[in-house]
């Protein structure tokens, strides 16, 4: 249980409203989107400031409380489960952005910015931030950078790390360290914003991000390709990433969660089809009518039994609010979710569907596929019930298959979701023993009462 002083001292800095202890207050931030077992928090703290965030990084420090900042909770790695009985650091309020700059085409913002207001207000000043997590209505920015988000746009425009042009981040004795900034070029030093990038609040605390911003495409077209075979869908995948097209969204859902999203949105998907690719391809308009032909023509010849082209806007809006809808959708069927996001080199998404459905059959599981297939990003989302012991154990098994299936074909745990406590204790499979020390070692040299964050990506 975290110390009454160290409350105090919490309460002394932020005011008694933004230094929650109630039981039902901590049970709250004991868990997170991933199926793991919940640890209640000692204390939740709210900085309504930047300074403030800075001082309760040191007071943790001095206390040696282990400290788990949260952005809204959404990753699904476990990343912010606390240390029972720690401190759960809340970046909610630290939400302003602090510049958009239509000149130098970047912006700077806090770390509990929402990613979609985020990206809203950087469309109403006539530029793009692209990084898109299908979980953007709640995410922080903070949370993406923290965890490398990737999202729908990943394949022609690149993850949250291509647009982190600088950060600034507390270390553990609340000193304030800057990396990178306003210019597009920046060498002055260790790539210490590159080192914050995906370190999930292991290594330091994000108090300031500076972001890319691009031009918006000209123009846009997307189309709905739809398959009575599921060999021949993930065919197309490659074939399209063979044929150097480089659409910005390229998304495959089985039929099952095709089923699924419909009866939960109705937007309108074939749900008789046996695989559906959601395409979308953007830039010049000449362009965009150019590589859609393309992509019309491979997926016929692939075996597509029938396209359809989104009329206007709101149709494909639609689409893509059934596709990000489509974990919320899988989630109503049974009690508990457990969606994996090892990933493949493209050319191997058909080798790692047909092992999907083989794990399946296998353990006798019901798993639904869907994801970024131009990425070589599945989400094979097994619906399951924790409670029931025996068919927990085959869902363990299932997805220890999946991560040696993905790395024998040359990929990786999680192309964009991350360790956490998760995946932690497979990750030596995917690196060696010595990545492992090498990550502690420089873990213990940043952080050496290991506050931050602790368990999370390289274990303790
Ligand atoms: C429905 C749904 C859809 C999703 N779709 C996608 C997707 O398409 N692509 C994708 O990549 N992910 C996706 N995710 C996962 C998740 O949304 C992302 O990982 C997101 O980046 C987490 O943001 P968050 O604000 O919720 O962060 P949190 O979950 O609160 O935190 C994530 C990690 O960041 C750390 N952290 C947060 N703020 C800071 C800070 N200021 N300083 C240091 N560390 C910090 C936390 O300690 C934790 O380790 C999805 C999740 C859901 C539930």
Redo the contacts with the bound molecule.
């Keep these: 249980m975290t110390a009454n002083a160290l409350i105090k001292d919490f309460q002394d800095i932020l005011g008694k409203d933004n230094v929650l202890v109630a039981e039902t207050d901590r049970y709250a931030y004991s868990y997170?989107?991933a199926v793991l077992d919940p640890a209640v928090p000692g204390v939740v703290v709210r900085p309504t400031d930047v300074s403030g965030l800075g001082k309760v990084v040191k007071l943790c420090n001095d206390a040696g409380a282990p400290l788990?900042?949260?952005?809204?909770?959404?990753?699904?790695s476990g990343?912010?489960i606390p240390k029972a009985g720690g401190v759960v650091v809340l970046?909610g309020a630290l939400n302003k952005i602090l510049e958009i700059n239509t000149e130098d085409l970047y912006a700077r913002v806090e770390?509990g910015v929402i990613t979609a207001k985020f990206a809203a207000a950087v469309q109403a000043k006539g530029l793009f931030y692209p990084p898109d997590?299908?979980?953007q209505a709640?995410?922080?920015l903070?949370?993406?950078v923290?965890?490398n988000?990737?999202?729908?746009r990943g394949l022609k425009y690149g993850v949250t790390k291509d647009y982190v042009m600088g950060v600034h981040?507390f270390d553990t004795d609340g000193e304030l360290i800057k990396a990178g900034g306003r210019t597009v070029k920046c060498v002055s030093g260790l790539n210490l914003a590159g080192l914050m990038v995906g370190?999930?609040?292991t290594l330091?605390?994000?108090?300031e991000i500076f972001l890319k911003l691009v031009p918006p495409p000209a123009a846009a077209k997307a189309m709905m390709a739809i398959f009575d075979d599921v060999e021949a869908a993930s065919r197309t995948v490659s074939a399209i990433i063979a044929a150097k097209i480089v659409p910005a969204t390229l998304e495959f859902l089985d039929n099952f969660t095709i089923r699924t999203v419909e009866e939960f949105s109705h937007a309108g998907l074939p749900v008789e089809a046996k695989a559906l690719l959601l395409i979308e391809v953007d830039g010049h308009p000449g362009m965009v009518e150019e590589d859609a032909a393309k992509v019309e023509e491979l997926c016929r010849a692939h075996g597509a039994k029938r396209i359809q082209v989104a009329k206007d806007a709101a149709e494909r809006n639609k689409v893509w609010e059934a596709r990000r809808a489509a974990?919320?959708a899988l989630a109503r069927v049974s009690p508990t979710t457990v969606l994996e996001d090892a990933t493949v080199p493209r050319s191997k998404v058909p080798d790692m569907i047909k092992a999907l459905d083989g794990i399946a059959a296998k353990y006798k599981l019901t798993i639904g596929t869907f994801g970024h297939a131009g990425d070589g990003n599945l989400h094979p989302t097994i619906l399951t019930d924790k409670r029931n012991t025996e068919e927990w154990h085959r869902v363990e098994e299932a997805v220890t298959e999946i991560f040696d299936v993905a790395l024998s074909l040359g990929g990786t745990l999680s192309g964009?979701?991350?360790i956490?406590l998760a995946k932690a204790k497979y990750l030596e499979k995917e690196t060696t023993r010595g990545t492992i020390l090498y990550s502690r070692r420089l873990k213990k040299a940043l952080d050496p009462k290991g506050i931050l964050?602790p368990g999370?990506i390289m274990g303790e």
């Excluded at 788990?68 to 699904?76: D, E, F, M």
């Excluded at 988000?149 to 729908?152: D, E, I, P, R, S």
């Excluded at 330091?204 to 108090?207: M, T």
């Design positions: 997170d989107s788990t900042v949260r952005g809204s909770g959404t990753n699904l990343g912010t970046t770390p997590p299908g979980s709640v995410s922080t903070g949370g993406n923290a965890e988000a990737g999202g729908l981040f370190s999930e609040g330091g605390v994000l108090s974990l919320s964009e979701h991350g956490g964050n999370k």
